[in-house]
């Protein structure tokens, strides 16, 4: 059975920093797009950084320099370092692993509540 959880949410001042983590279990993800994206209320869903197998990472402009995407493969874990945080940063944060080459999948986390206080 495949989970995908996701911890180190929690509320944090303006321009403090919190590390989010999404361990994911039940088959070998090492070879997976691992990413996370966000919602704020009343707004999509979005990416906010991904990172591949390989290591290769991208980056949504509003968070650039700022988050840092990271994976550990041994682990099947994929972490979000997000410094200098705003109060735009509030939202639910989801973790999301995929593959597009067969054998396909897509999987979500339950999300974590990241509260950025002006």
């Known amino acids: 059975q495949v989970q995908v959880v996701e911890s180190g949410g929690g509320l944090v001042q303006a321009g403090g920093s919190l590390r989010l983590s999404c361990a994911a279990s039940g088959r070998d993800f090492t070879t997976a797009l691992m990413g996370w994206y966000r919602q704020a209320p009343g707004k999509q869903r979005e990416l906010v950084a991904g990172?591949?197998?390989?290591?290769?990472?991208n980056y949504a402009d509003s968070v650039m320099g700022r988050f840092t995407i990271s994976r550990d493969n041994a682990q099947n874990t994929v972490y979000l370092q997000m410094n200098s945080l705003k109060a735009e940063d509030t939202a639910v944060y989801y973790c999301?692993?995929?593959?597009?080459?067969?054998?396909?999948?897509?999987?979500w986390g339950q999300g974590t509540q990241v509260t950025v206080s002006s």
């Open positions: 990172i591949g197998s390989g290591g290769n990472t």
């Open positions: 999301n692993v995929r593959r597009f080459l067969a054998p396909t999948y897509d999987y």
